[in-house]
């Protein structure tokens, strides 16, 4: 604990994971802990009827341990898997939240996006309508669009921008604590392997989990504390010497007191409205959030107590779990293989992935390129000529420079954006195997690593500069030094490197290399078709 508390103090962005295990003091079980549902179902045991419900139920010592350190500065974001609302009733700000399953008292509107935190548990669960209506005023009178849940059904994805933005605070982060969580469950269980990462300086970041039980990345964790969280983060508290208040009443902060800036975690420029509050009975409200896509709970679902509901199998008023089925699938289908591909100007990365998709043959493979929904967008809000756009001519280039700049713009306010959509088209959903043609920043690359984490390879396109300047390519200012083009020179670990410089034998062994590698994913189930090594190292 003394090396913890000194990483604590000397980390520059600390982010905190949390699993079922640290509810389980407040009486709600978890799954797989010594006491867990799963863990006492696969001995043939009945679990442990607790007379708690989500409303009756208190945060914890940890969770109000981490509302400290997040109002000290001392954390800067949480990333929970769990449903139960502990972490914002609790007063942790909304903010520097990311609740990647959903929250039992939240429901959202499907209009306008705005989420009203409840003092009581929703009656729904599984993205569905909860029979109220917005009541958000518009210019002529108020939205009535429809609210729903946002608890997750097992095989609803996980919230976009919430998953987006825990892959982004992970990544940057210099130290990542998992606290009560098997990590078993993907893509959630992966995102503390991004703390891991090379950063830009050279540097790479800590793991520590804290733990009971034996987790999933307990070999890549610079330390493993083996204990109760709440005995763990009593002792970190007292060394780091900051008081934890009293949990009184649900107390909902929307937005933190630090002066610790998260940049571009602060806020989403144009997302959906501001998330709104409606105040009833005990809550307090402050202020504001809005949404993230893809998996399971790690708690065991309840309903509201008043009226049982039917929900994923499950019926009952306590949170005692009767039957959760261990064969519902732990993943989504997701595709067989996506190689994404980043190189400079002239590198040849267009040539090197048609070639590629000859060979794999185009009954199962299709090359998305993550600049034509860009383009197509640009296009449309600037009422320019979109097929123009697509090829290779002067009136393509008078518009790059601030077609980068408005992409740029985009990702900053949504780093997924453009990647979502090209996931989501008729050749992506017809095909097993995608090549990425033009990833060119860091939030292209963790898109992929986070949402498909077994199933992407990254694959780097090099070409020697002089290779580059006979081929056409000249250093153009504002393109050439811009993050698009060099954002992925450093800090990335690829699993190919293809190098380009004429050598027909050099670059068809690499080819024949990786077109083995793709035809091996291809024969295995999606979501588990590529191995973890790199082929670099």
Same mark, same amino acid.
């Given at each position: 604990?003394q090396?913890?508390s000194?990483?604590?103090?000397?980390?520059?962005?600390?982010?905190v994971h949390?699993?079922?295990?640290?509810?389980?003091?407040a009486?709600?079980?978890d799954?797989?802990?010594?006491?867990?549902?799963?863990?006492?179902?696969?001995k043939?045991?009945?679990p442990q009827?607790?007379d708690?419900?989500?409303?009756?139920?208190?945060?914890?010592f940890?969770?109000m341990?981490?509302?400290a350190l997040?109002?000290?500065g001392?954390i800067?974001?949480?990333?929970?898997?769990?449903?139960?609302?502990?972490?914002?009733?609790?007063g942790?700000?909304r903010?520097?939240?990311?609740?990647?399953?959903g929250?039992?008292?939240?429901e959202?509107c499907e209009l306008?996006?705005?989420?009203?935190?409840?003092d009581?548990?929703?009656?729904?669960?599984?993205l569905?309508?909860?029979?109220?209506r917005c009541?958000?005023?518009k210019?002529r009178?108020?939205?009535?669009?429809?609210l729903?849940d946002?608890?997750l059904?097992?095989?609803?994805?996980?919230p976009?921008k919430?998953l987006?933005?825990?892959?982004e605070?992970?990544?940057k982060?210099?130290?990542?604590i998992c606290?009560?969580?098997?990590l078993?469950?993907?893509?959630?269980?992966?995102?503390?392997?991004?703390?891991?990462r090379?950063k830009p300086d050279g540097? $790479?970041?800590?793991l520590?989990?804290?733990?009971?039980?034996?987790? !999933?990345h307990? %070999?890549? *964790?610079?330390?493993? /504390?083996?204990a109760?969280?709440?005995?763990?983060?009593?002792?970190?508290?007292?060394?780091l010497?900051v008081r934890v208040p009293?949990?009184?009443r649900?107390?909902?902060?929307h937005?933190?007191?630090?002066?610790?800036s998260?940049?571009?975690?602060?806020?989403w420029p144009?997302?959906p409205?501001p998330k709104?509050?409606c105040?009833?009975g005990?809550?307090e409200?402050?202020?504001?959030?809005?949404?993230?896509?893809?998996?399971?709970?790690?708690?065991?679902?309840?309903?509201?107590?008043?009226?049982?509901v039917e929900?994923?199998?499950?019926?009952?008023n306590k949170?005692?779990?009767?039957?959760?089925s261990?064969?519902?699938?732990?993943?989504?289908p997701?595709?067989?293989?996506?190689?994404?591909?980043?190189?400079?100007? $002239?590198?040849?990365?267009?040539?090197?992935?048609?070639?590629?998709? !000859?060979?794999? %043959?185009? *009954?199962r493979?299709? /090359?998305?390129r993550?600049?034509?929904?860009?383009k197509?967008?640009?296009?449309?809000?600037h009422a320019l000529?979109f097929?123009?756009?697509?090829?290779a001519?002067?009136?393509?280039?008078q518009y790059?420079?601030d077609?980068i700049?408005?992409?740029?713009?985009?990702?900053?306010?949504?780093?997924?954006?453009f990647?979502?959509?090209?996931?989501?088209?008729?050749?992506?959903?017809?095909?097993?195997?995608?090549?990425?043609?033009?990833?060119?920043r860091r939030?292209?690359?963790?898109y992929?690593a986070?949402?498909?984490?077994d199933?992407t390879?990254?694959?780097?396109v090099?070409?020697?500069e002089q290779?580059?300047?006979s081929?056409g390519?000249?250093f153009?200012?504002g393109?050439?030094?811009?993050?698009?083009?060099c954002g992925l020179d450093e800090?990335?670990?690829?699993h190919?490197?293809?190098?380009?410089?004429?050598?027909?034998h050099?670059?068809g062994?690499?080819?024949?290399?990786?077109?083995?590698r793709?035809?091996?994913?291809?024969?295995?189930?999606?979501?588990?078709?590529?191995?973890?090594e790199?082929?670099?190292?």
């Amino acid at each position: 604990m003394q090396l913890l508390s000194q990483w604590v103090k000397e980390a520059r962005h600390v982010v905190v994971h949390t699993g079922a295990g640290i509810s389980t003091s407040a009486g709600i079980p978890d799954f797989r802990g010594p006491k867990g549902v799963w863990t006492l179902e696969e001995k043939g045991l009945a679990p442990q009827v607790i007379d708690v419900t989500f409303e009756t139920a208190q945060p914890t010592f940890t969770h109000m341990a981490l509302v400290a350190l997040e109002s000290e500065g001392l954390i800067h974001y949480g990333i929970s898997q769990n449903v139960d609302g502990l972490h914002v009733r609790s007063g942790f700000p909304r903010d520097r939240l990311s609740e990647l399953h959903g929250n039992m008292f939240v429901e959202e509107c499907e209009l306008c996006h705005g989420q009203y935190v409840r003092d009581y548990v929703v009656p729904t669960m599984g993205l569905k309508c909860t029979g109220n209506r917005c009541e958000s005023s518009k210019k002529r009178g108020s939205c009535r669009g429809r609210l729903r849940d946002t608890i997750l059904d097992w095989e609803d994805s996980l919230p976009n921008k919430d998953l987006d933005m825990g892959a982004e605070q992970s990544r940057k982060a210099d130290l990542s604590i998992c606290l009560g969580t098997s990590l078993q469950i993907l893509p959630s269980g992966n995102l503390p392997l991004l703390t891991l990462r090379k950063k830009p300086d050279g540097s $790479k970041g800590r793991l520590v989990i804290i733990s009971l039980s034996k987790t !999933k990345h307990d %070999g890549r *964790a610079h330390l493993k /504390i083996n204990a109760r969280v709440d005995t763990a983060m009593r002792k970190l508290v007292d060394m780091l010497n900051v008081r934890v208040p009293k949990w009184e009443r649900p107390v909902i902060v929307h937005q933190s007191r630090s002066s610790v800036s998260l940049s571009s975690a602060v806020a989403w420029p144009g997302s959906p409205p501001p998330k709104r509050v409606c105040p009833s009975g005990s809550s307090e409200t402050e202020g504001d959030v809005k949404p993230a896509s893809d998996d399971k709970r790690e708690h065991a679902p309840a309903t509201p107590k008043e009226e049982p509901v039917e929900s994923n199998g499950l019926n009952e008023n306590k949170l005692g779990v009767t039957s959760t089925s261990t064969q519902l699938a732990e993943r989504r289908p997701w595709p067989h293989c996506i190689l994404v591909f980043s190189g400079k100007r $002239k590198s040849g990365k267009d040539y090197l992935t048609d070639i590629l998709q !000859k060979r794999l %043959g185009d *009954a199962r493979c299709c /090359i998305l390129r993550l600049s034509g929904p860009l383009k197509k967008a640009y296009a449309d809000e600037h009422a320019l000529d979109f097929e123009r756009l697509l090829d290779a001519s002067e009136y393509k280039e008078q518009y790059r420079a601030d077609m980068i700049r408005w992409g740029e713009e985009k990702r900053g306010q949504d780093p997924g954006f453009f990647c979502r959509i090209v996931c989501k088209s008729e050749e992506a959903r017809r095909r097993p195997v995608w090549i990425i043609s033009d990833a060119r920043r860091r939030t292209d690359v963790d898109y992929f690593a986070t949402h498909y984490a077994d199933a992407t390879l990254l694959v780097r396109v090099e070409a020697d500069e002089q290779v580059r300047v006979s081929r056409g390519w000249t250093f153009t200012p504002g393109i050439d030094d811009a993050p698009s083009e060099c954002g992925l020179d450093e800090g990335v670990t690829w699993h190919y490197v293809l190098t380009n410089n004429g050598s027909d034998h050099l670059l068809g062994e690499q080819l024949d290399s990786l077109t083995r590698r793709v035809e091996q994913a291809t024969t295995a189930e999606p979501g588990h078709g590529v191995l973890l090594e790199n082929e670099n190292d």
